[in-house]
Every structure is written in C-alpha cells, then in structure tokens.
C-alpha cells in the first residue's frame, strides 16, 4: 500500500460517533471509575485523544516506534536533550538552525553538556570528531538555510559504533520524502509548525523514536516537563497531514523550477538546492530523500552584502518577508538578521551562511508567477546599484 493511503487510513474514524474529522478533546481532565481506573486517560498532560491520534499518526509516517508532540519545534528538541546527562557532549551539524544552536550552546552549556559543530556532509569529519563523551548526534540534513545534505546511514553506523544517539531534524524534507529511522537514526523531530501543518496557523514540535524503550524515556519526560502540544493544535496538524503527500510534490516540483532560474540569473552568486545536480550531495539527496527535494531554495547574491540582501527581501510581492517556512503561501527570509542572528558572524559565516543569503520557502502559487515575483525583486537590487555610482 502506497504510503500516502496509509497516511490517510491511519487516521482513524471516531468510534463513538462515526466522525471521519477526528473530534477535538478539549478537556483538562477524564472521570475515573475508581483511582487509577480509566478508560486510558487520567490527565491531559499526560495524555489527551486527540493529541494521540497525531502522535501515532507521526509515528506511523516516520516508521518508528513511538510519536510525542510538543508545544513548539524547540520544546521537542529539548525534550531530547534532556536524555543526556552533566559531562556528556553533542556533536551537531555546523549549518545548524539558530534556535538549536542558542538552546545547545546558551541553556545547556551551563549544566554541563558540551556542544561540537563540524561539517557532516562528508560523513569522515564526524568519525574524525566523535570521541567516547559524544552521546547524542545531532543532524539537519538538509539543513538550514544552506540545504547541507549529510548521509544518515553511514553517520548513524559512526554514531553507534561509539555507542552514542543519532537524532535527525527532519523538518525540510519532511516524512513524505525521507525516513531517517529506517536509514539508522534513533530519534526524529520535527518542527510540525513547517511542513506537516502546511498553513502557517499553528506552533508545534513532533518527536519519533525508533524504539519503545527509548519511547518510554521521552514519554517520561514530555510528561514531567509538561510543554505538550494542546488538543486544538494536534487537530490541525492532523488536518494537515492528510494533504502532506500532494503538497509536498508541488512544493518540490516549483523550488526546482525557482532554483533553476537563480542558477541561470546574472545578479546570484550561489544557489542552494539538493535537487540541483550541481549542488554537494545531490546524489545522497536523492537516494534518501525518494527523488524529490523539498520546498526550500537558499541563494547568495554577488553583492554580498546585508544592504543587498535587504533590498531584495524587501522588494518582493508574492514572497511575503516572514520567519518561518513551509506553507501553502510562499514565504522568504534573510537568516543573518532573522533565524541565524543569534549564532556568532564567524560561526555563521564558516557554516555558509552569508550575509547575501536569502531563503526562500516556495509555496504552491504558480511557479512563474514566483519567478516572475523574484526577477522583480532582483532588478530592484539592480537599480539601486546603479543609483548608487550615479550619486558618487
């Protein structure tokens, strides 16, 4: 069975009503017929219907043993931190989203956990780098903005050679086109506010382990901490995994289209898109990521200056200037000043992310109107370079 049916399927029908919409639980509590004697559910921290459906349904998506949702991307990372212990190290992809590396490097650092970047598109730079205090690997691929793709197979045999966790961030490619669990990872998360919502109206964090056993410690943890994703939340992510497969292929199908053009384009210096065979990784890409890219197109300017990128990202229509990425509307961003500003300009710059770079999150208008939108944009730039040796 296809995997888009099963997606479907898996999400059942109400056994009380008969309602194909799964019914939204909005409670904070669950009578008892006697203490501890419940049909399931007790409190709703602990466990909510309605929130359960999605965390199987994500299980189910990823091949793991186990989904727990949180209340935003970061609370789920979190949550996997939180298996380590004092003394124990992280090494983690360089091109690292910013709110992992502020969490890694500003919260956990002062209890004693210890963070390593290094470059995992080339799978020897973490067998180089892992050492016997590396408990937990940490993997965007591709990551953000700079659309790094590293091999999860070959990290993860790297990983649990040394006995330590690989966790893959696999919020851009999304379930429907990669599974890290059944390439070796332990761990996935996502950040559901992107692509499995797919509308840009909610907040929320998934995680899926590979076993019970390690299904057990988040479970434990996600309730002892208590930041779970609330009953309304859960339903629209759920409304929006029933359209992931189909959004996903257009989504894929207009980057590259959008990541064509820049290639070909006069004012861009660098495109980065996994689906480029041009791009570092491409064929990894495509053997993990089941022939199609994802939404995301990054790109640096010849210009490569913050004012340009600046011009450019203010200069859009369709394209609307706004944190975030992964819904139906087509969204961009300058992560120097927005998502990455809270990583240091020499991190941030060694990692490939320049002061030129804008990501674009293409949505699913029609990709020549979002190019045509982009050319726009990049001949304003055009002009006020001109403007600019005009006035001296």
Same mark, same amino acid.
């Given at each position: 069975?296809?995997?888009?049916?099963?997606?479907?399927?898996?999400?059942?029908?109400?056994?009380?009503?008969?309602?194909?919409?799964?019914?939204?639980?909005?409670?904070?509590?669950?009578?008892?017929?006697?203490?501890?004697?419940?049909?399931?559910?007790?409190?709703?921290?602990?466990?909510?219907?309605?929130?359960?459906?999605?965390?199987?349904?994500?299980?189910?998506?990823?091949?793991?043993?186990?989904?727990?949702?949180?209340? &935003?991307? !970061?609370? +789920?990372?979190?949550? /996997?931190?939180?298996?380590? $212990?004092? *003394?124990?190290? @992280?090494?983690?992809?360089?091109?690292?989203?910013?709110?992992?590396?502020?969490?890694?490097?500003?919260?956990?650092?002062?209890?004693?956990?210890?963070?390593?970047?290094?470059?995992?598109?080339?799978?020897?730079?973490?067998?180089?780098?892992?050492?016997?205090?590396?408990?937990?690997?940490?993997?965007?691929?591709?990551?953000?903005?700079?659309?790094?793709?590293?091999?999860?197979?070959?990290?993860?045999?790297?990983?649990?050679?040394?006995?330590?966790?690989?966790?893959?961030?696999?919020?851009?490619?999304?379930?429907?086109?990669?599974?890290?669990?059944?390439?070796?990872?332990?761990?996935?998360?996502?950040?559901?506010?992107?692509?499995?919502?797919?509308? &840009?109206? !909610?907040? +929320?964090?998934?995680? /899926?382990?590979?076993?019970? $056993?390690? *299904?057990?410690? @988040?479970?434990?943890?996600?309730?002892?901490?208590?930041?779970?994703?609330?009953?309304?939340?859960?339903?629209?992510?759920?409304?929006?995994?029933?359209?992931?497969?189909?959004?996903?292929?257009?989504?894929?199908?207009?980057?590259?289209?959008?990541?064509?053009?820049?290639?070909?384009?006069?004012?861009?210096?660098?495109?980065?898109?996994?689906?480029?065979?041009?791009?570092?990784?491409?064929?990894?890409?495509?053997?993990?990521?089941?022939?199609?890219?994802?939404?995301?197109?990054?790109?640096?300017?010849?210009?490569?200056?913050?004012?340009?990128?600046?011009?450019?990202?203010?200069?859009?229509?369709?394209?609307?200037?706004?944190?975030?990425?992964?819904?139906?509307?087509?969204?961009?961003?300058?992560?120097?000043?927005?998502?990455?500003?809270?990583?240091?300009?020499?991190?941030?710059?060694?990692?490939?992310?320049?002061?030129?770079?804008?990501?674009?999150?293409?949505?699913?208008?029609?990709?020549?109107?979002?190019?045509?939108?982009?050319?726009?944009?990049?001949?304003?730039?055009?002009?006020?370079?001109?403007?600019?040796?005009?006035?001296?």
């Amino acid at each position: 069975m296809n995997n888009s049916t099963k997606l479907i399927h898996s999400i059942p029908v109400d056994k009380l009503t008969g309602s194909v919409s799964v019914p939204i639980y909005q409670t904070s509590t669950f009578v008892q017929e006697a203490p501890g004697v419940h049909k399931g559910f007790d409190y709703a921290r602990s466990n909510n219907p309605t929130r359960q459906v999605l965390e199987d349904a994500v299980a189910a998506l990823e091949q793991g043993a186990n989904g727990f949702a949180f209340a &935003s991307g !970061l609370a +789920a990372i979190d949550a /996997v931190v939180k298996l380590l $212990e004092s *003394g124990d190290e @992280i090494l983690a992809v360089d091109d690292i989203y910013g709110g992992a590396f502020r969490l890694f490097t500003h919260i956990y650092s002062k209890f004693g956990i210890s963070v390593k970047y290094v470059d995992t598109t080339d799978a020897a730079n973490v067998l180089d780098a892992i050492t016997d205090k590396t408990k937990l690997v940490w993997l965007e691929t591709p990551t953000n903005p700079t659309l790094k793709i590293s091999d999860i197979a070959a990290i993860a045999a790297i990983a649990h050679n040394q006995g330590a966790l690989l966790c893959v961030d696999n919020t851009f490619a999304s379930p429907a086109l990669q599974q890290p669990i059944t390439l070796g990872a332990d761990i996935v998360v996502h950040s559901a506010t992107k692509y499995l919502g797919g509308h &840009s109206d !909610l907040i +929320a964090g998934l995680v /899926v382990t590979a076993t019970r $056993e390690l *299904g057990e410690k @988040i479970k434990f943890i996600q309730n002892a901490s208590g930041g779970i994703l609330g009953p309304h939340d859960s339903w629209l992510v759920i409304r929006g995994l029933e359209t992931l497969h189909l959004r996903a292929k257009e989504h894929s199908a207009n980057a590259l289209k959008v990541a064509t053009f820049l290639e070909q384009h006069p004012a861009v210096d660098r495109v980065y898109y996994p689906g480029l065979e041009t791009h570092l990784n491409h064929d990894i890409a495509a053997r993990q990521q089941q022939g199609l890219f994802g939404g995301v197109v990054s790109f640096t300017l010849k210009v490569d200056t913050v004012a340009a990128a600046t011009t450019v990202v203010t200069a859009t229509s369709l394209f609307k200037l706004a944190e975030s990425l992964g819904g139906v509307k087509s969204l961009l961003c300058h992560p120097a000043t927005m998502t990455h500003k809270s990583i240091p300009e020499e991190n941030r710059k060694s990692a490939g992310v320049a002061d030129s770079l804008i990501r674009l999150s293409v949505g699913l208008e029609h990709p020549d109107d979002l190019i045509q939108d982009i050319t726009s944009a990049l001949n304003s730039l055009k002009v006020q370079v001109r403007s600019s040796f005009a006035t001296a």
